[in-house]
């Protein structure tokens, strides 16, 4: 709400708003830092006891380096050098901080923006406490691509870290890589199309064939092949909700670019690889845990709905409106919580 006031009352080369800027995003990463980093170990997060029954397991030497080799070797290491509270207030800082970072090498003046989009997003509070690993390397994955035109080793670097800390982040990588050879946004969202078309004709066909493909490791594979069940999912089948969810950067990057005008080969290349990673889950959505597939794209969806505000002025009063889609990202997912709570 402070934040929306800001658009409200102020203009975006403010001397107060580059105050807001400087001070705010520190003193939010700090909160965000504290509150997620020192959460209670009690059980009230399911996969966070599971980490720490892990990190008990490699503290006692009986460990097993997994194919996610880095999360294996960053967990070994922590055993050595720090408590277990220690470990899970560093995943926070690796979770958090590679945002913070990404948004201030993308809009060196209003990095806020940007930072508070990717944490009022739908995801980022349950890849924070539960889905830790995934988070990691999806954050890691981002830092990797606000390198991209700056620098090409450290865009390298990191995505070789996301990939070691999840296997599964070879997905958005190899979308990534295509989206240098294929430059034709009209093509994506015809991909996209035809993504749900066979998906609604073809029912479990997809599951199976990315099963067998051997995508990422056993763990996604089982959880293609497993039957989906209604005790993990408020609903299951085909889940228009979050087609529906999923679609609205896409229809957004639509009015950006062809209604505005709006042009850049950075955000063209963040669009298709979400385009390519989302339309794979919506090939496979009836799937077990077809929310995990589904963060292979959602954690890039707060970057899609914000870059070309914060790149360019394309509409008239966007200040203001940059206030108000901010209100409306967040609302969503308030709504989904005050929904699953109730």
Known sequence: MITFIHTLALSPNDTKISIFNRIGSPLLLIVLLLYIGFRPINGIFIDMTTYAHIFHRYLSGAYEITSDHGFSYFLLFCTKVMTLEG??????????IPLYVASKNWFPNHYFFAFLLFIVSYSFWTYGVNGIRNGMAT??????????MKNFKKMVIFFVLAYSFHTSMLLPIMAFVCTKYVPDTKKYYFFYILAIALSVTMGGVWENLFAQLGFADERFSAYLTTDASSSKFSSTGFRYDFLLYSAAPIILSGFYKYKSGYQSLIYDRLLHTYIVANAFWVMIIRANFSNRFAYLSWFL???????????KNIWKNQFKKIGI???LYYAF???MFFKTAI
């Open 139 to 148: 954050s890691l994955y981002v830092l990797a691509i606000s390198y991209h």
């Open 301 to 311: 969806m707060a970057i899609i709905v914000i870059y070309p505000l914060l790149d």
């Open 325 to 327: 889609i901010t209100l």
């Open 87 to 96: 470990f899970f207030f560093l995943c926070a800082c690796i979770y958090i």
């Open 333 to 335: 997912t308030y709504l």
